[in-house]
């Protein structure tokens, strides 16, 4: 069984000031991990994923993500944000299932920027 | 070149209705997955079909019925629709391959509104 939680269901920053969006997982398995990002009456886009390489991952606009075993976690950060940033964010996990791979999603971090 | 195309966008229809909604990827992808999105922003996954072969099937009522005439295309059909099934439904489609971490690539997404 996997599950992920996102800890907040909204982050408001201000402009120009880091982002910080928390995500845990739970997984029976060696996971892999995504963050997607949804701007408003659009589909989803993906901002990174872990592949169990590198533990510091680096995506898309700025964005990266630190896979901590120890810690079940995998926080979404930026350092200075943007007013193209506001969307909704979504965890991912995935795990097999019977040779498929499943995902399972958060249920969303709203991300407002404060001009 | 739209990679991951949705139609219709909006889908608006009374109760009892049957209705169609229609997924073609251009990425040369082997799955393909169906996915609804609540008002409250939460995704979770209906169906996925590899090369043309269902392999996901999450508890849907049987009034959804998903066909894959290729592996380019999966579309989704709702017989006697209810209110409930208003929501927002998104395609996606992923490269199965030796490795994990499958990222899917997902659609526009298509409003479906009944009334």
């Known amino acids: 069984a996997q599950s992920v939680t996102q800890l907040d269901s909204h982050v408001s920053v201000s402009e120009g000031t880091p982002v910080l969006l928390r995500c845990n997982y739970s997984s029976s398995y060696s996971p892999s991990l995504f963050w997607y990002v949804q701007h408003p009456n659009k589909g989803l886009q993906l901002l990174l994923k872990?592949?169990?390489?590198?533990?510091l991952v680096k995506g898309i606009n700025g964005f990266e993500a630190e896979f901590k075993k120890s810690e079940t976690s995998f926080h979404l950060t930026k350092p200075s944000a943007h007013m193209s940033d506001a969307a909704e964010y979504f965890c991912?996990?995935?795990?097999?299932?019977?040779?498929?791979?499943?995902?399972?999603f958060g249920t969303g971090t709203r991300l407002t920027i404060i001009p | 070149d739209t990679a991951v195309s949705q139609t219709p966008k909006y889908l608006v229809t009374q109760m009892g209705n049957d209705k169609s909604i229609k997924c073609e990827q251009n990425l040369g992808h082997d799955t393909m997955y169906w996915y609804k999105q609540d008002s409250k922003k939460f995704l979770k996954i209906m169906f996925s079909y590899n090369n043309k072969e269902l392999i996901i099937n999450e508890t849907v009522p049987n009034r959804f019925s998903p066909k894959s005439p290729d592996k380019a295309h999966l579309n989704l059909h709702i017989n006697s629709l209810e209110l409930g099934d208003s929501a927002v439904y998104f395609c996606a489609s992923s490269q199965k391959t030796s490795g994990r971490a499958y990222e899917q690539y997902f659609g526009p997404g298509t409003r479906l509104t009944v009334t």
């Open positions: 991912v996990v995935s795990a097999p299932n019977f040779g498929n791979e499943k995902l399972t």
């Open positions: 872990y592949t169990s390489a590198a533990t």
